[in-house]
């Protein structure tokens, strides 16, 4: 039982990361732009000949 005092605050800790890591990725613009990463999958870069 006395290892929930080590597992609990690390939990809690890594939720808090992901939590601030998500945020950034919010406000550097991540999601800005998702139809055209979507639509990018469908155009063929390939050369012919390659």
Partial sequence: MT???YLVP???GLGLIG????LW????????????AA???LWDDDVAGS
């Fill in 39 to 41: 639509s990018r999958v």
């Fill in 3 to 5: 290892v929930l005092i």
């Fill in 25 to 36: 990725s919010l406000r550097s613009g991540q999601y800005d732009d998702l139809e055209g």
């Fill in 10 to 12: 690390i939990a809690l």
């Fill in 19 to 22: 939590l601030l890591t998500f």
